[in-house]
């Protein structure tokens, strides 16, 4: 059997439609609930077999770690040394996602790397097997190894697959300000937060309820960010402000998205946030799970 030579896979990245933090658990993590979809903002990963036994990174439009801080590096080392990989890979990153954005763009890429090199190396393993590869780098790879629309609960490592949601267009806006996840989390009130109507998007997703979906968006880390770096508060009253269907920041932010349904209106506001901000992109939402 002749080995493959190079692999392209794509790596999209991820939303949260809500988020929520249920309590700190006894291993000092918090305990997550939230419901994740894919989106058509994607980095593209190649993968170059290499004779030497080295991992080289190459990142493209784009600030990167290139040694073992890098994720997609991470991912590869942990193939070669489960499978006794004697051979090398060279992982060129094609950056779009930006980057500490809240959109899983660094977890994403080392899913894609999972998924591609288990093509170039032909090792043959499932969906789940390289999952449970990649939660050994992060507790969002395994939800980014399977791409799709899921519930998440544990660390984010617990997923739960349900229906995709309508195929709306997704305008991001990333501000410069940016937010420390660990300072967040540090900072949360538990006791004090609003928590999302995670049952009623789940039911809102499967009874294809777009008004439902977009009414039930939340996420409890929006008012800590929001006092760690204002400009996001500001961008997302501006959204809101400007007839978006639904809006709310993903992840720990400092991301924040609007669901739209309308073509006009899409494109409408997205030229209007082009005039003073530089990460704005306008997308479809995707939902559907990987195939090997």
Same mark, same amino acid.
């Given at each position: #059997?002749?080995?493959?030579?190079?692999?392209?896979?794509?790596?999209?990245?991820?939303?949260?439609?809500?988020?929520?933090?249920?309590?700190? $658990? &006894?291993?000092?993590?918090?305990?997550?609930?939230?419901?994740?979809?894919?989106?058509?903002?994607?980095?593209?990963?190649? /993968?170059?077999?290499?004779?030497?036994? $080295?991992?080289?990174?190459?990142?493209?439009?784009?600030?990167?770690?290139?040694?073992?801080?890098?994720? @997609?590096?991470?991912? @590869?080392?942990?193939?070669?040394?489960?499978?006794? +990989?004697?051979?090398?890979?060279?992982?060129?990153?094609?950056?779009?996602?930006?980057?500490?954005?809240?959109?899983?763009?660094?977890?994403?890429?080392? @899913?894609?790397?999972?998924?591609?090199?288990?093509?170039?190396?032909?090792?043959? /393993?499932?969906?789940?097997?390289?999952?449970?590869?990649?939660?050994?780098?992060?507790? *969002?790879?395994?939800?980014?190894?399977?791409?799709?629309?899921?519930?998440?609960?544990?660390?984010?490592?617990?997923?739960?697959?349900?229906?995709?949601?309508?195929?709306?267009?997704?305008?991001?806006?990333?501000?410069?300000?940016?937010?420390?996840?660990?300072?967040?989390?540090?900072?949360?009130?538990?006791?004090? #937060? *609003?928590?999302? &109507?995670?049952?009623?998007? +789940?039911?809102?997703? $499967?009874?294809?309820?777009?008004?439902?979906?977009?009414?039930? /968006?939340?996420?409890?880390?929006?008012?800590?960010?929001?006092?760690?770096?204002?400009?996001?508060?500001?961008?997302?009253?501006?959204?809101?402000?400007?007839?978006?269907?639904?809006?709310?920041?993903?992840?720990?932010?400092?991301?924040?998205?609007?669901?739209?349904?309308?073509?006009?209106?899409?494109?409408?506001?997205?030229?209007?946030?082009?005039?003073?901000?530089?990460?704005?992109? /306008?997308?479809?939402?995707?939902?559907?799970?990987?195939?090997?």
């Amino acid at each position: #059997m002749v080995m493959q030579v190079c692999v392209t896979e794509k790596a999209p990245a991820k939303i949260n439609l809500t988020l929520d933090v249920l309590h700190k $658990r &006894d291993d000092g993590y918090h305990e997550v609930e939230m419901i994740m979809t894919t989106i058509d903002l994607a980095d593209r990963i190649h /993968l170059y077999s290499l004779k030497t036994d $080295r991992i080289e990174i190459q990142v493209e439009n784009g600030l990167l770690p290139t040694d073992q801080n890098n994720l @997609a590096y991470q991912a @590869a080392k942990i193939l070669k040394e489960r499978y006794g +990989i004697s051979t090398g890979v060279r992982i060129v990153i094609d950056k779009v996602i930006p980057v500490s954005a809240g959109l899983a763009g660094g977890s994403t890429d080392a @899913a894609a790397v999972l998924r591609g090199l288990n093509k170039l190396w032909q090792l043959g /393993l499932t969906l789940d097997e390289l999952a449970e590869e990649g939660l050994k780098i992060g507790s *969002d790879v395994p939800f980014c190894v399977y791409g799709g629309t899921a519930v998440a609960r544990g660390r984010g490592e617990k997923l739960t697959f349900i229906d995709s949601p309508p195929k709306v267009y997704v305008l991001l806006a990333k501000p410069r300000q940016g937010v420390s996840t660990k300072d967040i989390y540090k900072r949360l009130q538990i006791e004090e #937060m *609003d928590h999302p &109507d995670t049952a009623g998007m +789940i039911h809102a997703i $499967r009874d294809n309820d777009y008004p439902g979906i977009c009414s039930r /968006l939340q996420n409890v880390m929006e008012p800590v960010t929001f006092e760690l770096a204002p400009e996001v508060r500001k961008i997302k009253k501006r959204l809101r402000e400007s007839g978006a269907d639904g809006t709310v920041m993903s992840g720990s932010g400092p991301t924040v998205f609007s669901l739209i349904a309308s073509d006009q209106k899409a494109t409408k506001l997205y030229n209007t946030l082009r005039g003073f901000m530089d990460q704005v992109f /306008l997308v479809r939402l995707i939902g559907e799970k990987h195939r090997l």
